[in-house]
């Protein structure tokens, strides 16, 4: 696949403080990207160099091509972005938002097309203050993909949406990724992150410790895997002697069994229930997750 972004050897200081340190990857056209970390951990300060905002203070950044600050303009009319805290004023409608920011383009701009894209049309003589959170941020992304950019910038897109607007925002953010946009996003959300990227940077202290998908980053770096079963008459003692059993936990009514052998466990388990009699009411693999991985994550990055 072609890279549409490249980043090698970034480096960010703030006076004596190291905010990004020695940080390479690159970003495949038409993908979803997520760019994930803790807090502090150095995101928006990556994702707004790559925007050109923020000069870096050594490394090399190419956008399209562009160097995002010796070629700014030219790299800006290929990019959109759609900022964590962009507000509008509230008493202006939406159709006077979308007139408004189409004619900061030197291109025309549909604004009929973008109207029906999103379904905004109803929506033309509201007031953005009246619009519900989900769709003020469906607006905003309309107002950052107006000129049809190449590559979008979302920087935490659904942070305080409720979860039927979140999940409505995703669709549309995964349209733009079917129509060959190629999306940029940071979330501490992370169904958000699992659900969307097809690929993941994970930062930490501003240095990459981790960059696949989330499949395999979860495999990669969260090897802990247990088996979450609900069954009262359940024997802890007799689990425990299953060779490959490391621990058995319960919490909520629900003994989490972590093992090492995953395929093994359940075959081993599923004799002592049908030995013992034991009516299982609930039972699922657990492989872990990305929130299961952010918990552990400090502690895995200082152990290396």
Not at 62 to 86: A, C, R
Not at 151 to 165: A, Q, R
């Amino acid at each position: 696949m072609e890279a549409i972004i490249q980043i090698e050897k970034l480096q960010k200081s703030f006076g004596s403080f190291e905010a990004i340190r020695d940080l390479s990857f690159s970003i495949q056209k038409g993908e979803i990207f997520g760019i994930i970390g803790p807090n502090g951990a150095g995101k928006t300060t990556t994702i707004e160099i790559i925007e050109g905002l923020q000069e870096c203070s050594s490394g090399k950044v190419s956008v399209l091509g562009y160097d995002p600050w010796k070629d700014e303009k030219k790299m800006k009319e290929n990019i959109g972005v759609m900022f964590q805290h962009t507000n509008l004023q509230p008493k202006i409608k939406v159709g006077e938002a979308v007139e408004l920011f189409a004619s900061f383009y030197s291109k025309q701009i549909d604004t009929a097309k973008a109207f029906q894209k999103l379904k905004l049309e109803k929506y033309r003589n509201s007031y953005f203050k009246n619009l519900s959170g989900g769709w003020k941020q469906k607006l905003l992304l309309t107002l950052a993909t107006l000129h049809s950019p190449q590559i979008v910038f979302l920087d935490e897109p659904s942070t305080g949406l409720d979860p039927k607007s979140r999940r409505e925002l995703w669709e549309l953010i995964v349209s733009l990724r079917d129509a060959g946009t190629t999306i940029v996003l940071t979330t501490h959300y992370m169904e958000e992150a699992e659900h969307l990227c097809d690929r993941i940077a994970l930062i930490h202290h501003g240095t990459l410790v981790g960059l696949n998908t989330p499949k395999k980053l979860i495999q990669s770096l969260n090897k802990e895997k247990s088996i979450c079963v609900a069954c009262e008459q359940l024997d802890i003692a007799l689990v425990q002697k299953i060779a490959s059993v490391l621990r058995i936990e319960l919490k909520n009514n629900l003994y989490q069994i972590f093992t090492d052998d995953l395929e093994w466990t359940a075959h081993k388990l599923f004799e002592l229930v049908n030995n013992q009699g034991w009516i299982v009411e609930d039972f699922r693999f657990n492989t872990g997750s990305l929130d299961d991985l952010f918990v552990r994550l400090p502690q895995k990055v200082g152990k290396k």
